[in-house]
């Protein structure tokens, strides 16, 4: 049954929410699934030691990444404001909190000035697929047909301008009738897309080799390393320390189970990630590729891969549009997170906070999308402006934002604020959990997330 879907707001606004609880999962877990599940957490369980590797990484998660949601959320849902106003309006003294919702709003805009471009490249791949014209089983040749893609400025731009119109438009459209109506229907199909994919992969000759590359535990690859790779996917991959997870925090109702639907969230992204795994590697083994992750994987391995399956073109289709659902729901939380502070701190209509949003990425963006053709030479530290915003947002602007969320809810707000937020007023019975919670959220995460940064940064 539809709850009502306004709610009352600190900025005096009235504001949308999310209307089912099926809406609120398939709106957070769109989120949280992102093109990562699909070409980079299968093949570093692969080469990181299998279901060793992902024992490492559920623990991480539970440590990590399950604690910063469930805070983000609980902040979110308990202000039904944006990041900015939720942290100015929980915090004691004015103290300036509320820059960690600033940071988060420049981590969104960091993130979609480069994540839209290679989203671009799904979305044209997409098209590729349907004409045909990248089926080859030759890596070679579907090498040049990428670098072609991303080597002209005119494609690069138009793609990425292409992707931002058609995400602002579905912001355009609200909170209920846009985000969460599109989530709703994209994330079923994105499992049954990843569901054929599989039944496919699996009828493969070789598709025990490709299971035994994701799934067979080798301890011997378990490393310092392998375990901060873990930690270091537990909490970026989960869309957190950017003020989504807050935003769509403030959408849900009062009555959701916030525990229940984090660790929901937490599962069915993992099962995406190893959907996406099976689907993968079983068909790379079977036809002799050598397993990589990244856009190698993607734009050059997979063609020639579905170039030697029956039916290759369309299963080749099926796989894009598999990415580009992944895609679009990762990139709606972003966006989301401007507009709604755009709309509400700024008192910009949400039409206008949207097309205000859009404008300041084309022009943020459009340098990254010209990062391997026009301005390829143009370079600050060292980086071209795609790597340099990947690393300014990576591994220093979500980090900074996922410990200082800790450190406020365990430090700041404090337990029984926390906990009367988080079980509802009391309604949940789960005091245990919510102190196990809070406890990780004090002491443990934040800690966790400092090395995750230490090491990103090469520090050690």
Request: charged content about 10%; overall charge positive.
């Amino acid at each position: 049954m539809t709850r009502p879907t306004q709610t009352p707001s600190p900025t005096g606004l009235k504001r949308a929410g999310f209307s089912s609880g099926f809406g609120v999962l398939a709106a957070t877990l769109g989120s949280a699934v992102g093109l990562g599940n699909i070409w980079k957490f299968p093949y570093l369980t692969g080469a990181n030691g299998g279901a060793g590797f992902l024992l490492v990484y559920l623990l991480a998660t539970l440590l990590i990444g399950l604690p910063v949601m469930m805070a983000e959320i609980t902040l979110g849902r308990t202000a039904k404001a944006n990041p900015i106003s939720t942290l100015q309006a929980l915090t004691p003294n004015r103290q300036p909190w509320w820059l960690i919702g600033v940071a988060g709003m420049l981590a969104a805009f960091l993130i979609l000035s480069f994540y839209s471009e290679v989203v671009a490249w799904v979305f044209a791949y997409v098209f590729k697929a349907l004409r045909g014209s990248i089926l080859s089983s030759d890596p070679q040749v579907t090498e040049a047909a990428f670098n072609a893609l991303i080597s002209d400025p005119l494609q690069a731009l138009l793609w990425q301008w292409g992707v931002l119109l058609f995400i602002g438009g579905i912001l355009l459209m609200g909170v209920t009738k846009g985000i969460e109506a599109l989530t709703k229907k994209l994330m079923p199909l994105l499992f049954l897309l990843l569901l054929l994919l599989c039944a496919v992969s699996l009828s493969l000759d070789k598709a025990m080799e490709g299971l035994a590359f994701l799934f067979k535990p080798d301890f011997s690859k378990m490393s310092a390393t392998v375990v901060l790779t873990a930690m270091g996917l537990a909490f970026f991959k989960l869309s957190l320390g950017m003020g989504t997870m807050m935003t769509y925090g403030s959408y849900f109702r009062d009555d959701q189970n916030i525990p229940q639907t984090t660790f929901r969230v937490m599962s069915a992204d993992l099962c995406v990630s190893m959907l996406a795994g099976i689907a993968i590697f079983p068909a790379v083994f079977t036809f002799g590729f050598a397993p990589a992750a990244g856009p190698a994987l993607v734009f050059i391995t997979i063609p020639a891969v579905f170039s030697q399956i029956p039916a290759g073109q369309v299963l080749m289709v099926v796989f894009f549009v598999l990415a580009a659902v992944a895609a679009t729901g990762a990139m709606l939380s972003m966006m989301e997170v401007p507009v709604l502070i755009l709309h509400e701190r700024w008192g910009l209509s949400r039409p206008k906070a949207t097309l205000l949003t859009l404008l300041l990425l084309v022009l943020m963006g459009s340098g990254c999308a010209l990062s391997n053709s026009t301005l390829a030479d143009f370079k600050l530290w060292g980086l071209n402006l795609f790597d340099l915003f990947d690393v300014v947002s990576s591994n220093i602007l979500l980090p900074i934002g996922g410990i200082f969320i800790t450190l406020f809810v365990g430090w700041v707000w404090g337990f029984d604020k926390f906990r009367q937020a988080l079980s509802n007023h009391g309604q949940l019975h789960n005091e245990k959990l919510v102190r196990a919670v809070f406890f990780l959220l004090r002491y443990v995460s934040p800690l966790l997330i400092l090395i995750v940064m230490l090491k990103g940064l090469n520090v050690f």
